[in-house]
């Protein structure tokens, strides 16, 4: 069973950034895409971008599209999620995770694997 923590949350301001980690555990890391989600308050898990296993091949959700990057090294089995231009409308908890299966990870409903998530909050 794969185990992920994620960290590098935090507070920053509008326009600024800030790079999350995620520490997978588990022979599978290096051999399935990753993926990066978030909640806010109230409103439901958003999908955000997806690695592939490699690290090739890279997806993103359109509200992020320019403005975050996926990465992964699998030397260290750690994906990270380096934002940019943040807005306040990227408050939320941000979470790492792992689809069912190394053919998914387009939408937040294909993961089944997730860390606890860290809390990012930009103030304007």
């Known amino acids: 069973q794969v185990q992920l923590v994620e960290s590098g949350g935090g507070l920053v301001q509008a326009g600024g950034s800030l790079t999350l980690s995620c520490a997978a555990s588990?022979?599978?890391?290096?051999?399935?895409?990753m993926g990066w989600l978030r909640q806010a308050p109230g409103k439901e898990r958003e999908f955000l971008a997806r690695?592939?296993?490699?690290?090739?091949?890279?997806y993103y959700a359109e509200s992020v599209k320019g403005r975050f990057t996926i990465s992964r090294d699998n030397a260290k089995n750690t994906v990270y999620l380096q934002m940019n231009s943040l807005k306040p409308e990227d408050t939320a908890i941000y979470y790492c995770?792992?689809?069912?299966?190394?053919?998914?990870?387009?939408?937040?409903?294909?993961?089944?694997?997730w860390g606890q998530g860290t809390q990012v909050t930009v103030s304007s």
């Open positions: 690695i592939s296993a490699s690290g090739a091949g890279t």
């Open positions: 995770a792992m689809p069912r299966s190394r053919f998914e990870g387009g939408t937040a409903d294909s993961y089944d694997v």
């Open positions: 588990g022979r599978t890391f290096s051999t399935y895409p």
